[in-house]
């Protein structure tokens, strides 16, 4: 069993739709969670940090991070064709211990 | 501007060939690390850097090296006794080792002929 998994897609929606992205761990001592996204031949940007279990809120993008079920997820609202991206959602103790999901590869359409 | 710089983008190398990734950075941060990519595997941890002169394996280290001489340089040698070297290589830095939160170059593509 890998310590994080991730549903690589692809997922397709339309545009304006709301998307749920999703990742679940097995290592109870990961302390903070993030979600990268990364556009086709890019390197991954920093997208929503959380730290321990909670809702965080920037724009469009909500990351709650449920660590009793060891589940976090993403949403993104109002989607628009600029979000179609690999999303990857990655946890850790240190960042030397960082552990990335496979990511789910999203595309919006217009 | 302050990021990442990888160079080069795209590189192609025969077997058998040892071949070296730069990466340079100019955000002041101590620690540093490279990955690897490959599809439906996620980024996986080659080797990072805490501080000068010091520098730790990660889970796939076999078959490659680096060296740590200056805080904004961290460079990342594939050797020929890399099995499977063709993969998207990614360089990163962070300001803290205890967050995770990673600032990325845009990659260095390596194709072995």
């Known amino acids: 069993q890998k310590e994080v998994e991730q549903d690589p897609g692809p997922l397709s929606v339309p545009e304006g739709a709301i998307v749920s992205l999703n990742c679940t761990y097995s290592n109870s001592a990961f302390q903070y969670f993030m979600w990268y996204r990364q556009y086709s031949r890019k390197g991954p940007e920093l997208l929503m940090y959380?730290?321990?279990?909670g809702n965080k809120e920037d724009g469009r993008f909500t990351a709650q991070v449920d660590k009793s079920s060891k589940y976090i997820s993403l949403f993104i609202r109002d989607s628009q064709p600029s979000d179609s991206a690999t999303y990857l959602c990655?946890?850790?103790?240190?960042?030397?211990?960082?552990?990335f999901g496979q990511g789910t590869r999203l595309t919006i359409n217009p | 501007d302050g990021g990442i710089t990888q160079s080069p983008k795209y590189l192609f190398r025969k077997e058998g060939q040892n071949v070296t990734l730069s990466c340079e950075q100019n955000l002041n941060h101590d620690a540093m690390y490279w990955y690897r990519q490959d599809p439906g595997q996620g980024l996986r941890l080659i080797y990072y850097?805490?501080?000068?002169?010091?520098?730790q394996k990660g889970d796939i280290a076999e078959g490659y090296s680096v060296s740590r001489e200056k805080k904004e340089s961290f460079p990342l040698t594939v050797t020929s006794a890399q099995k499977n070297p063709t993969a998207f290589y990614l360089c990163?830095?962070?300001?803290?080792?205890?967050?995770?939160?990673?600032?990325f170059g845009e990659g260095s593509r390596l194709t072995v002929l």
């Open positions: 850097s805490q501080i000068v002169n010091d520098f």
């Open positions: 990163a830095s962070s300001i803290s080792t205890d967050t995770g939160e990673l600032f």
């Open positions: 959380t730290y321990s279990s």
């Open positions: 990655a946890m850790s103790e240190g960042a030397q211990k960082l552990v």
